[in-house]
């Protein structure tokens, strides 16, 4: 019983630390809280749903559309709303709230046109067969959902440590102006930057939707709370920290489900957010930081 | 003078009057925040604790409503300091996502919990919030506001929202003034709440949740932070323009959510750009 949770919590933590990675690393290096991450989310879920209905029933194509839709979206609404804000130099509370407004829209938006409604991918998309380990059951859409997060992580490491655009964008994070003087395009870094989180947050989106089998405007403002707590759990802007915080909060919340109550995984996820507030504001993970003005 | 136009008015539109000065209480206790350089969603979270703790005083305990009033601020305001005291020694992203994050987990409580009346809410609480109490707290807030603004709580307030380092620099406590105006908004949003509650007779989860309290931001932001004047006439104009334009119901939030994106990218001080006059010093 413990063991088939502490599983499931893992597999579901694979999804958060997944989703949380694109906002920490928007945050770590455009220096922004995006809250329209998680209209990405439902986008990229959206994208899978229309693709693998009218068009191809398959689950390996409908993932990089999931994410490229999303990425795409993302770029769009980085150019039109935070680019004049950066070049601008405004308060970080400037882009904020640009994104809270937008997010608010594009999400009501989202419901109005189409319907509220929870759906579905089509059935037969993954086979429903699980598989037994030692009395552990685990789905074939949950191997599906680890290994696609496996490999998507995997690739993001790569980008930013092992390719020259990776190291433009670590230093764009590190020092925005100094990168620009020794001839990084830095908007077309932040550019790229939007393009991979919202990429991440799209198919996190449809991975999502296949391991809870539902779809639905409202699902990425849902999701918002657990990016929240793993991203500053892990420390804002740790890719790392949020890796490691994802896992624990997927844990974390299926063990208060199995030993509590259900109701209750929304209050012990904010508990510990307000904890680590208050005990270690700069992540579990990170050094402690002085407050710079 | 025969004024039963006016009573048959009043009580016609009741509900749009009530909803309209709730709001402009609201917007006044999002502009008291902004005022001070911060970002606050939780506003509409604090009017929910304020809106529910005061719904269980008047049902399970059976209080009058003069006591209830004033103690629906208690809530809020603890959750308040529980949020601000860590949030508020760090960037002004911490108390905004903390927030959020307030709003939404309250929302996902009051569902589970049988004894606030799961996703139904609570019902059947007394109507005894009226009018002139609304308004008269309204014109109080706006008036205390006023003051404050033009005294020199008003400037440091201002010095810190122009520039945070300067502040400190000429020696304002930044980090005591920003908590105040947190535990001043959380105030005035319970009690907001409170009457809310008292004047539906009925409150449910999804008043307090994340769209409500971006729609309050919408309205300070209309009505620019420059004067406490402004959100309230922003709050008034977003509460009454989809009560004359009826078919537009569906995209309401739409409209809400785009007016904060125009506001701050195009026009920073707001609709109501109004500037405070000051004796110069």
Redesign the interface.
């Known amino acids: 019983m413990l063991a088939q949770q502490l599983v499931n919590g893992v597999l579901l933590g694979a999804t958060y630390a997944l989703f949380a990675l694109g906002f920490t690393l928007m945050f770590g290096v455009l220096k922004v ?1 995006n ?1 329209t991450y998680g209209f990405y989310f439902t986008a990229g879920a959206f994208a899978a749903l229309f693709f693998t209905r009218y068009v191809v029933a398959s689950v390996w194509l409908a993932l990089p559309v999931a994410a490229i839709a999303a990425g795409i979206i993302a770029m769009a609404c980085d150019g039109l ?1 935070l680019t ?2 950066r070049r601008r130099g405004a ?4 882009s ?3 994104t ?7 999400n ?2 989202a419901a ?1 046109l189409f319907s509220p409604d929870i759906r579905r991918l089509p059935v037969g998309l993954v086979s429903v067969e699980s598989f037994n380990f030692w009395g552990v059951r685990v789905t074939t859409a949950q191997f599906l959902v680890l290994g696609a997060s496996i490999v998507l992580v995997g690739a993001l490491i790569w980008l930013l440590r092992g390719t020259r655009v990776g190291v433009a964008i670590r230093a764009v994070a590190e020092n925005p102006e100094a990168a620009g003087l020794m001839g990084i395009n830095t908007g077309r870094t932040a550019a790229l930057v939007s393009f991979v989180s919202g990429a991440l947050a799209g198919a996190g989106g449809m991975l999502i939707g296949l391991n809870f089998n539902a779809i639905h405007p409202y699902m990425g ?2 999701m ?2 657990r990016g ?2 793993v991203v ?1 759990v892990g420390g ?1 802007g740790d890719i790392r920290g949020a890796l490691i915080a994802g896992l624990m909060l997927g844990v974390v919340e299926v063990l208060t489900a199995g030993y509590i ?1 259900s ?5 012990v ?2 508990a510990i ?2 904890l680590v ?2 005990t270690r ?1 700069s992540g579990l993970f990170g050094a402690p930081k002085l ?1 710079r ?1 | 003078m025969d004024l039963s136009w006016l009573d048959d008015f009043l009580w016609t539109y009741q509900n749009v009057i009530h909803s309209v000065g709730i709001n402009g209480l609201l917007a006044l206790s999002m502009y008291v925040v902004l005022a001070v350089g911060q970002l606050s969603l939780g506003q509409a979270a604090f009017m929910g604790l304020g809106a529910y703790s005061a719904a269980l005083m008047t049902l399970k305990l059976g209080w009058p409503f003069w006591m209830v009033l004033p103690l629906s601020c208690v809530v809020p305001i603890l959750f308040a300091l529980a949020i601000g005291l860590p949030t508020l020694r760090l960037s002004g992203v911490y108390l905004a996502i903390a927030t959020v994050g307030l709003g939404e987990v309250l929302k996902a409580l009051y569902v589970n919990i049988d004894y606030v009346g799961g996703a139904l809410g609570l019902t059947g609480i007394p109507e005894a919030t009226e009018t002139w109490m609304i308004y008269g707290l309204l014109a109080l807030a706006v008036l205390a506001f006023w003051l404050v603004a033009r005294s020199g709580i008003g400037r440091a307030m201002e010095a810190i929202r122009e520039d945070e380092t300067a502040a400190r620099v000429m020696g304002v406590s930044c980090f005591r003034y920003q908590l105040g105006a947190l535990v001043v908004s959380a105030m005035l949003a319970g009690i907001a709440g409170a009457l809310e509650a008292h004047s539906t007779s009925l409150i449910s989860p999804g008043e307090f949740g994340f769209e409500p309290e971006v729609s309050i931001l919408s309205f300070a932001l209309l009505g620019g932070i420059g004067t406490p004047i402004g959100p309230v006439v922003g709050a008034f104009i977003l509460t009454l323009l989809p009560e004359l334009l009826r078919g537009m119901a569906d995209l309401r939030l739409v409209f809400n959510g785009v007016i904060i994106v125009v506001a701050v990218l195009f026009m920073p001080e707001g609709l109501v750009a109004l500037r405070l006059r000051r004796r110069s010093a």
């Open positions: 809280i809250l709303l004049r804000l308060p970080e509370l400037s904020l709230m640009v809270v407004g937008a997010v608010l829209a594009l009501s938006a109005a403002e849902e918002m709370l929240f707590v500053i804002l109550d109701g209750m995984k929304e209050a996820s904010f957010l307000v507030l208050w504001p407050r003005a």
